[in-house]
């Protein structure tokens, strides 16, 4: 096996459990190069350079599954001393709330400064051990955690299964716990940016064994009023459920619950937490709750859903959360094909996670490759077109991985069942698309008596409700039923009357689509027939014609005019 040497790295014969070290990538470049900027985990084998981030690991390659291994902190407990003393005190927290909580001061190498500072030291502890540690620098706003460690809330094991108050910072945290309120958490990297496409990485915490929040009742959410803030509630109100979420509403002039501390005190601090509203309950909406919208739709019309990646396409159909699409087609005709190249477009130029439960696409591997094609451009296979790069593949992969999870069932699934799975990865990863493809591979066993009409109406309602309440926009692929040929040998193009079932597949879809290509001319284009559109500000109905590469799976616009 290697050592660290044989990357370059010198522990000085160290054996501590953390050692910081001189990173042999970006020191001979830096202007200051005697700082140890590298941080070594001697038990894992791992790296991180805080300046570069340079990473690694001894055993590169091996993975073991079912397990995350993560860097364990050292911590020693130590008297928070004078100098933090005095810097709470102005923020309102006393000397005992910062012994109790082990609040203490340590010097760290803080990668935005380039400098070792004087670091405020909060321990993120997960079942009565430190697994984090997160400095701040005491005279600038600098943070960061432990290399390599796990991703969780500080004060998790205060939660309650009664109720449990969420903030957004320590400061606060700290705040409530001076007010006398002992169940609260804050989240460990602060509130997404409002432009953000991407925010899957910020709510990494959400993906825990045990769920820190399984069984609690009542979750108040006391974040920042600012508009990160807002899209923090927001986004924790849709993973952890609205219907047992509550939002706090701050005194004017008062940002966070610090300020409140700061302002008012710890009475109305409480005071503030007490009185939080709870979120609007589902399928109940009242006008007050509607003016700022209607007067924003007044003024600028309603917002378009989010476009596809191809102009021509989103002339007809955009996609918007809480919706249902369904997509039907000749078997052959690339139903599948598209719809792994639209969810590809969403989740690289919007930021979405999707997941994908698809049993014809089976191994997951050989899907894997599919999708890997579309994002890089280039085949998977050898042959008469070069092959993408073991680079284009790796960074392909961190693309999949990213933004793409796989529900592969390994025994009949009922889409109840795969509901009650796609629920947990809306509450984890934040999923905001889901894959049904296609719905006849499903277990549909009816109650007895039900017609299956009835059964495909009831299940359709139920997946409808579904999107809404967890606005997550699901495509459910659905065959027709053999079609005769034409006269000239041709398919006729099928609508979501032709749907195997029932004529609820339409009547229950917010958008339907039929993908549809000539198959006696290889070159012809692939029509996207776009045959209803439940909300024109999503769309209109029509078609929109692009290009298939067979080689790499990618959809380019034919530059036709539109078809209405």
Known sequence: MKTFADFGIDIGGRTDEEVAALCPKCEPTRTHKNRKCLSVNTVLGVWVCHHCDWTGTLKAGQQQEGRKFYAKPTWVAAPPGDTLTAWFDGRGITQATLTAEEITRVQVFMPQLDDTVSCIAFPFKKGGQVVNIKYRALKEKAFRQVAGAEKVLFRQDSIAKTDVVIVEGEIDALSCVQAGIASVVSVPDGAPAVNTKNYTAKFTYLD??????????????????????????????????????????????????????????????????????????????????????????????????????????????????????????????????????????????????????????????????????????????????????????????????????????????????????????????????????????????????????????????????????????????????????????????????????????????????????????ESSAVQIHVQKIRYKHIGRIGIAELSWNRVTGRYTQVPEVFQE
């Open 208 to 521: 825990q064994e045990p769920d820190p929040f399984d069984g609690v009742e009542k979750i108040i959410l006391a974040v920042d009023s600012d508009e990160p803030g807002q899209v923090l509630q927001r986004e924790l109100g849709r993973r952890l459920g609205t219907d047992r979420c509550w939002f706090v509403t701050w005194p004017s002039g008062c940002k966070d619950a610090n300020d409140v501390l700061t302002t008012y005190g710890a009475s109305t601090l409480r005071t503030c937490i007490a009185e939080a509203k709870p979120f609007p309950v589902q399928d109940v909406v009242v006008v007050s709750d509607l003016v700022e919208s209607v007067f924003a739709r007044y003024m600028h019309g309603p917002e378009r859903g989010l476009s596809t990646g191809w102009e021509m396409v989103d002339h007809h159909y955009t996609v918007q959360e809480g919706q249902l699409t369904v997509i039907t087609g000749i078997p052959g005709h690339g139903k599948s094909e598209w719809l792994d190249a639209l969810i590809l477009n969403l989740a690289t130029l919007h930021g979405w996670p999707i997941a994908i439960c698809s049993p014809e696409n089976s191994p997951v591997e050989l899907h894997c490759e599919k999708l890997l094609e579309k994002i890089v451009g280039a085949p998977f296979k050898p042959g008469n077109t070069e092959r993408m790069s073991p680079t284009q593949l790796d960074e392909g992969l961190k693309i999949l991985g990213e933004q793409v999870t796989f529900i592969m069932p390994t025994d009949a699934l009922s889409i109840a069942a795969l509901l009650e799975r796609a629920t947990i990865l809306v509450r984890r990863l934040g999923i905001r698309g889901l894959v049904i493809d296609p719905f006849n591979e499903f277990d549909h066993t009816r109650a007895r008596g039900q017609t299956e009409t009835e059964y495909i109406g009831e299940t359709l309602g139920n997946l409808k409700r579904w999107t809404r309440k967890w606005g997550v926009h699901v495509w459910l692929v659905a065959h027709p039923q053999k079609l005769s040929r034409r006269e000239d040998g041709s398919y006729p193009i099928p609508t979501p009357y032709d749907i195997n079932g029932s004529a609820n597949f339409r009547n229950k879809a917010d958008n339907c689509l039929t993908i549809w290509r000539n198959e006696a001319d």
